[in-house]
């Protein structure tokens, strides 16, 4: 029987809330891309040293996102969740004073500290907050709620833009009084996410001994990131040799993919209701193949919006789904640790994306870049296969969903949070 949990009164703020610090993690390096140029001009550094203004974050947040899971597991959501909120905050918003190239780095990797926190924290506190068809419903919301923040965020930030170079960063000093918020509505406690006891104190190997599936899930999503930032750094550079240059229109042109993930975000659960996650999942990574296979081929503008829609079609539902069975998957007590190592593998894959294909691109061209992608979709799929093969049991309602572990056994109408 399909389980689903009320949702009490209660709840919503904190949900509400949750949403709105999603799209934290979309807006880190987002808001910086419409004055990436002018800063490159300002501070006279090279291409490549301006692109790590983008980037660097993410490789922090890969290498501290274990730690912080840790730390999570240990002492619960409210504390890290809201101080990372903070650390965001200031930490972003210090490129407003900013006005040499190493401080602006040295603030950025300081700023990917409190991103891996916030990322992490919603993640695992989402996990916890609702089970079974309830959970579908608002992890689907989450995946919309940080398409819409692609979409928002860099507009907002196109117009402050045009005062400053520095005046975007002033959009990451919505952290704080996020972090107050958090603060404010969240209980306190260590988060379990059931009634049942957390099972013993352990790294993360040894968490993934026990739960391998996890390593799976967030190689997952560190692919969707991989093929994601394929579409953001090179499809300008793709939309300019079919004779689109302008920057509103080469902006308007990537919100294909951004809306189609919001799309079927809204529309998750419903689609949950109606196939397994296996099945879904596999049927994402298709489209991300048929996706890059057109944009390798395709000469025809029409046809690569259509491809990037494809692309956001999948993209959209592995999210949310690669995000549950994760959470799913995990020891009691330890999301914190699993929720973290699909945050490494995400924004490492951010930071891979263009190392990966980048050389691809410069020795042939963007098309080949494409089918390469097209390719690693593939290898995708077939490890999807094999890692769902021995997974095969009834879901929640259907066929083809991998059985809840009994420490992740749902709890029916369970009042409050599920933080103590």
Do not use: K
């Amino acid at each position: 029987m399909r389980t689903t949990t009320r949702e009490p009164s209660g709840d919503r703020a904190v949900l509400a809330l949750m949403l709105l610090v999603s799209t934290l993690a979309v807006m880190a390096g987002a808001v910086l891309a419409p004055v990436l140029e002018v800063i490159r001009g300002e501070l006279g550094v090279s291409g490549t040293a301006v692109g790590l203004v983008l980037t660097v974050h993410a490789l922090v947040v890969a290498v501290v996102s274990p730690a912080v899971g840790a730390v999570i597991d240990r002492v619960g959501v409210r504390t890290p969740l809201a101080a990372g909120l903070v650390l965001y905050g200031l930490a972003g918003g210090a490129g407003l004073v900013t006005d040499s190239y190493p401080a602006l780095i040295a603030g950025r990797v300081v700023f990917g500290m409190g991103a891996a926190t916030v990322f992490t924290a919603t993640t695992v506190a989402m996990l916890a907050l609702y089970r079974g068809s309830a959970r579908d419903r608002v992890m689907g919301w989450r995946s919309a709620a940080m398409s819409l923040g692609g979409v928002a965020w860099p507009l907002l930030a196109g117009v402050v833009g045009g005062l400053s170079w520095h005046a975007p960063f002033a959009l990451y000093l919505v952290g704080v009084p996020l972090g107050v918020a958090v603060w404010w509505v969240m209980p306190a406690g260590r988060l379990t996410g059931t009634d049942t006891p957390p099972g013993p104190s352990e790294g993360t190997l040894a968490m993934l001994r026990r739960a391998p599936a996890v390593l799976g899930w967030s190689a997952l999503l560190g692919a969707v990131s991989v093929l994601l930032y394929a579409l953001v750094v090179f499809m300008p550079l793709r939309l300019a040799e079919l004779g689109v240059t302008a920057p509103l229109l080469v902006a308007l042109m990537n919100m294909a993919s951004t809306l189609a993930m919001m799309v079927v975000g809204f529309g998750y659960a419903r689609l949950r209701g109606r196939f397994g996650y296996l099945t879904i999942l596999r049927a994402a990574v298709v489209l991300w193949g048929a996706a890059f296979v057109l944009l390798g081929l395709t000469s025809s503008l029409f046809l690569a919006v259509v491809a990037m829609a494809l692309f956001g079609l999948g993209a959209g539902v592995v999210m949310p789904t690669a995000t549950v069975l994760l959470g799913d998957g995990a020891p009691a007590g330890q999301q914190g640790r699993a929720v973290a190592l699909s945050g490494t593998a995400v924004f490492a894959g951010q930071f891979a994306s263009p190392l990966l294909l980048g050389p691809v691109v410069d020795r042939l061209s963007v098309q080949a870049g494409y089918l390469t992608a097209a390719a690693f979709s593939a290898l995708v799929l077939a490890a999807l296969t094999v890692l769902t093969r021995r997974r095969r049991t009834p879901r929640h309602g259907g066929a083809d969903c991998p059985r809840t572990p009994p420490h992740q056994a749902a709890a029916p109408n369970t009042p409050g949070l599920g933080l103590r």
